[in-house]
């Protein structure tokens, strides 16, 4: 008898990634994080060419600023700019914005899903949502979606040849 017979029915995915960030105390780390996937919705497109966030120190974001004038701008917008993170990722996530000047990086470019791969089924992409039915934070089960149907798709394509 295997084990999983023994111990009942496998845990969904969305259980075990849950289960996995919480017993490693990483589950607010992992929201904070959430700030880079986010920040372009939340400044908007122009700001986000001239600032970046860099990295992130306990409840302190900082953010690379290009020119000495936009960082005048954000000092101005920081209390807005704060409310609206922590309004997309819970909480009092992010207490501060520390403004540093140099090089701005490009926003990274999005990435396209090739056009060779298969489209998924209906009843594909329902058993994905049935699995991360758990998960309640919107940006990490879109996330965890894509990568589920990514994966479907390069898996339907490497059988096709």
Same mark, same amino acid.
């Given at each position: 008898?295997?084990?999983?017979?023994?111990?009942?029915?496998?845990?969904?995915?969305?259980?075990?990634?849950?289960?996995?960030?919480?017993?490693?105390?990483?589950?607010?780390?992992?929201?904070?994080?959430?700030?880079?996937?986010?920040?372009?919705?939340v400044?908007?497109?122009?700001?986000?060419?001239?600032?970046?966030?860099?990295? =992130?120190?306990?409840?302190?974001?900082?953010?690379?600023?290009?020119?000495?004038?936009?960082?005048?701008?954000?000092?101005? =917008?920081?209390p807005?700019?704060?409310?609206?993170?922590?309004?997309? =990722?819970?909480?009092?996530?992010?207490?501060?914005?520390?403004?540093?000047?140099?090089?701005?990086?490009?926003?990274?470019?999005?990435?396209?899903?090739?056009?060779?791969?298969?489209?998924?089924?209906?009843?594909?992409?329902?058993?994905?949502?049935?699995?991360?039915?758990?998960?309640? @934070?919107? @940006?990490?089960?879109?996330?965890?979606?894509?990568?589920?149907?990514? @994966?479907?798709?390069?898996k339907?394509?490497?059988?096709?040849?």
């Amino acid at each position: 008898m295997s084990k999983r017979e023994r111990g009942g029915p496998a845990a969904d995915i969305s259980t075990l990634v849950t289960t996995l960030l919480e017993k490693n105390g990483m589950q607010t780390q992992i929201q904070r994080y959430r700030a880079w996937l986010c920040w372009d919705d939340v400044v908007g497109p122009q700001i986000a060419q001239h600032a970046r966030p860099l990295r =992130l120190r306990d409840e302190l974001l900082e953010v690379r600023v290009d020119q000495a004038a936009w960082m005048q701008q954000l000092q101005l =917008l920081k209390p807005m700019i704060i409310k609206k993170l922590n309004e997309r =990722l819970g909480a009092d996530t992010i207490r501060d914005l520390f403004l540093k000047r140099g090089p701005v990086p490009p926003p990274p470019a999005p990435k396209e899903t090739p056009r060779s791969l298969p489209p998924l089924t209906a009843s594909e992409l329902a058993r994905i949502d049935a699995e991360l039915a758990g998960i309640q @934070d919107p @940006d990490l089960r879109s996330q965890l979606a894509n990568l589920m149907a990514l @994966d479907l798709q390069q898996k339907k394509n490497t059988s096709r040849q």
